[in-house]
Structures are given as structure tokens and as C-alpha cells.
């Protein structure tokens, strides 16, 4: 009852700031009216609570102690108009990056950062709000901030030419059948979205079996991984089909894309031998191999490359296109490919580019960078589509907008930007209706579609049955047999 208490009464005190907010528009923010919500005056739970020590406030002070799992502070905010709306966090770091979750009337919208030790704008863009009052929450994901206020203003239109992207690939001796398939892919940008599922069994594997089941159709892409060709796996006995089942699909109709889990090479590995593309089982310095330190773990490197290489010309030879996403998720530093930094991982992406496209000649490549960071981006020489993972929990529908709109802005022109993994299917709906219109999505495999001690049983943990039924059945979603026939389908000139 008491938490009630403080709930209504902390919601007035938040209306009261959106009124006497008003008056602290200016002339030239008239037209623009921009909701104020000081921090200090919302539902504060958990670890958070009052503080003012840290100049630079608004208000009376701010919010601090996200430092676990229940640590939120809540916002009743009230608008007059549905519509789309951007949600200004105005935060400080406690010291260096960090990254809170967005939640919405107990939807996750996703998340918004924040590095800057003084109180800086971190805004989630479009979320989208019906007249009346809603809960915005602020919640610790990664925690550690001061959190002082809550802006919100309405969100300006998305221009439709983000979706007019290029179909020209990186590799201007690019096969016509990569040729082909981004012409396809650029064709339908903005109008439909791929679905896709990864399946390390391939089009008849659990993954791709309990979909067609529950929805009685196939995905459009087929996701693999080549981790098990990797050097210092299969030197402990490691053996894939992930190519052979690759040259099935393109044959059945279907699109590959691959991913490589690069395991380092067996000198770095410092705790079970399958773990090593992890940081914690490895003692690779990426940064000591490419600055020319460590001239044996470059060699290394390449003799990697060179196994991978040899899985991509079986794939050429086959005529068979591939999605290829390699040095996946590198800002999370969870990977040992992004734990010396920014730099050194670009230097290893534009090593990988210059070894299989110029030395090795594979052709048939559209490359997907997946760093998750502007700062990561090797060029635009080295990227045909921007790939972003998220996994925002379970029975999570939303578009992610946000990060959609934030990936699309790390390069101008426009590149095609995709869901390259998610565990939650998103309703097709709200994608149309938020302008998040993803190229694709490809739900990662085992517990995120099927249940584990079971091949053929749906596990609805993350996407329940009838979400999954409805994003299949969309208008807008393209699956297996709607694909045209790739092989013939017609180059665009850019």
C-alpha cells in the first residue's frame, strides 16, 4: 500500500513538472513542445535513490544506484496525441560506456547509452504513444549512471529514402549470383522483410522443423556457423556439414548466410578448447598480432583464414552466394576479435576482406558487418549491409526501432540494415508501423525455437506460438517459397 502511495503521488509531482515544463520552452521551440520529467520526482525502485552531489543538475537533484537487476526509475508520462515520440535520458556516466534498458508500459523498447561523465542527451528515437499516460521506465542493465531527467518531444518523420539503398556490392568482381541476390534484396528493402533461422543441421534440423510445424512454412535465409571448421577445433575432432547443407538450400531455393564463431588458434587457448572464441579462454593480443609484435599469431591468423576460405570456394564453386557476417558483435568484448579495441579490430575485418577477396578470389561474398558500433565500422569500402543482433528477453514483439534508426545513420548513404540475430521474433506489424522495416531477421537456434530435450517441439520461451504463426503469415514477411527464382533473377545496375 505504501508503494501505491508513492507511486500516485510521485505521478503527480511528474505531472506537475510536465506543466511548470512549459514555461521553459523557448521561441524557437515553440512549434516543438518538450515535455520535462525530473528523476528525483518519479517511482524510484530497487537501489535508486536521491542524490545531488554531481554538478550539472536540473531540479532538485538526481537518480542513482542502478547497480541491479530490480533498480528502475519510472516516469508517468502523459501526452495529448498519439504518435511517435523520442525519449531524451539525460544522464551521466560513473566512468566510461555504459547501456540501460528502455521499457514502456512493461514493453522493452531497448536500450540507450551513455559515456560522457557530465549529464549528456541519450535518446530513444519513435517510441510510439497513445493519448493518455504511460510508464517509461529507466532500467539497470549495465547500470552505474546518474540519471537527472526525462525529455520527451515528438519524433520527426522517417525520410523513405533510408530504404532506397544500392544493390552495387563491394567486390566489383562480385559473381552474378551475388549480383543477383542483392539486387533482390535491395528491390524489396523497405517493402518486405525476410524471415530466417538459424539451423547448424540445416533446412531439415530441429530449428527449421518445429517452425515449419507451428507455422506450416519455411524461412526465407538459412543461418549457419562455420565454428567447427575452425583449425583449433577440428584439431580435437570437430566436424561440420554446415557447406553441404548451405549448397542444399541455395538448391532448394533458399538464401545462406553464415557467421564463424572463430575459435583462436590452439597457442592461445587457455581453458577448454571449445570455448576459445571467448575472451576468458583465450590469451590472444589482437593488438600485439596486427602492430606487428606477435609475427607468429599473424601467420596463425592466416592459416585460419585459409581453412575458412576453403569451406567459401566449395561454396562458389556450387554457385552458391553467402551472406557473410564474420567478426560478429566485436564491441561487446565478449569475442577475443574485439577485445584489444576499435582498431584492431578493423585492421583484422580489412585483413579478412583483403585475404579472401584478393587473395583466395572469392567472389561471391556480400559482406554484413556486425560490430553494434559506429566506432567500428571498418569503411564503406568493406560493407555491402549492416547487421544488428539484439536479444531484448522473452515474449519481446517490439521493432527496436531505435536501434534500426541508429544502425542505418553509421554510414551516409544508407546501407541495408538487418536483424542478423535475434531471439525474439517481432511482430510484423509494429515494423511496418514504426518504419523499422529490417531487411531481415534470422532467430538464432536451439533454445530460442526449440525445446532442448526434444528435436521436434516448439519452445515458445521467447516467441510465443501464435506471434510466430502471425510473423510468418504477414503480407509483408517473405518465406521459402515466396522467393523468386535467384538464378535468374535480373543485376540492377546500382
Not at 114 to 141: C, K, N, P, W
Not at 417 to 440: I, K, Y
Amino acid at each position: 500500500m505504501e508503494e501505491m502511495k508513492r507511486f500516485v503521488w510521485c505521478g503527480i509531482a511528474s505531472l506537475l513538472a510536465v506543466v511548470m515544463s512549459y514555461s521553459a520552452v523557448s521561441a524557437e521551440e515553440d512549434s516543438e513542445i518538450c515535455l520535462v520529467y525530473e528523476a528525483e520526482d518519479a517511482l524510484c525502485e530497487g537501489n535508486v535513490h536521491t542524490e545531488s552531489l554531481v554538478e550539472g543538475y536540473s531540479g532538485n537533484g538526481y537518480v542513482t544506484g542502478f547497480s541491479t537487476e530490480r533498480d528502475t526509475c519510472t516516469f508517468l508520462v502523459s501526452v495529448e496525441e498519439d504518435g511517435f515520440y523520442d525519449l531524451n535520458f539525460v544522464t551521466a556516466s560513473m566512468g566510461g560506456y555504459k547501456e540501460n534498458y528502455v521499457i514502456v508500459d512493461g514493453e522493452s523498447l531497448g536500450t540507450v547509452s551513455m559515456e560522457e561523465e557530465s549529464f549528456t542527451d541519450s535518446i530513444l528515437q519513435r517510441a510510439y504513444l497513445t493519448a493518455g499516460t504511460h510508464e517509461v521506465s529507466y532500467s539497470e542493465y549495465w547500470g552505474w549512471v546518474y540519471l537527472d531527467r526525462l525529455e520527451v518531444t515528438p519524433s520527426e518523420e522517417i525520410d523513405s529514402s533510408i530504404y532506397n539503398v544500392s544493390a552495387e556490392l563491394v567486390n566489383e568482381n562480385a559473381t552474378d549470383n551475388a549480383k543477383r541476390l542483392m539486387s533482390y534484396l535491395a528491390d524489396n528493402y523497405g517493402s518486405s522483410i525476410l524471415s530466417g533461422q538459424y539451423s547448424q543441421d540445416g533446412q531439415y534440423g530441429k530449428e527449421f522443423t518445429v517452425v515449419y510445424r507451428e507455422t506450416g512454412k519455411y524461412p526465407a535465409i538459412l543461418g549457419l556457423d562455420f565454428i567447427e571448421y575452425s583449425p583449433s577445433r577440428a584439431e580435437n575432432g570437430s566436424t561440420s556439414n554446415a557447406t553441404q547443407y548451405a549448397i542444399q538450400f541455395w538448391e532448394n531455393g533458399g538464401i545462406v548466410t553464415f557467421c564463424w564463431h572463430w575459435n583462436a588458434p590452439a597457442k592461445y587457448l587457455t581453458g577448454e578448447w571449445y570455448n576459445g572464441f571467448y575472451v576468458e579462454g583465450t590469451n590472444i593480443d589482437l593488438a600485439a598480432i596486427m602492430n606487428g609484435e606477435d609475427e607468429e599469431g599473424y601467420q596463425l591468423l592466416l592459416d585460419d583464414i585459409a581453412a575458412i576460405a576453403e569451406q567459401l570456394l566449395t561454396l562458389q564453386d556450387a554457385g552458391v552466394p553467402v551472406l557473410w557476417r564474420p567478426l560478429h558483435e566485436a564491441s561487446g568484448g565478449w569475442f577475443w576479435w574485439g577485445a584489444s579495441g576499435a582498431e584492431a579490430y578493423k585492421q583484422l575485418y580489412i585483413l579478412l576482406y583483403d585475404q579472401l577477396t584478393n587473395v583466395y578470389g572469392l567472389n561471391n561474398l556480400i559482406w554484413l558487418w556486425n560490430g553494434q558500433d559506429a566506432d567500428w565500422y571498418p569503411g564503406d569500402e568493406y560493407v555491402d549491409i549492416i547487421g544488428e543482433d539484439i536479444y531484448p528477453g522473452e515474449h519481446v514483439y517490439t521493432s527496436q526501432v531505435d536501434t534500426y534508426l541508429r544502425a542505418v545513420n553509421y554510414t551516409s548513404p544508407a546501407k541495408m540494415v538487418v536483424l542478423s540475430e535475434n531471439g525474439c521474433v517481432f511482430d510484423p506489424d509494429l515494423a511496418v508501423r514504426d518504419g523499422a522495416m529490417w531487411g531481415f531477421w534470422c532467430t538464432w537456434g536451439s533454445e530460442f525455437v526449440a525445446k532442448s530435450m526434444s528435436i521436434y517441439a516448439y519452445n515458445d520461451q521467447y516467441t510465443e506460438s501464435e506471434m510466430l504463426v502471425k510473423a510468418y503469415e504477414s503480407d509483408v514477411v517473405v518465406t521459402l517459397d515466396e522467393l523468386p527464382d535467384l538464378t535468374a533473377y535480373p543485376i540492377r545496375d546500382n
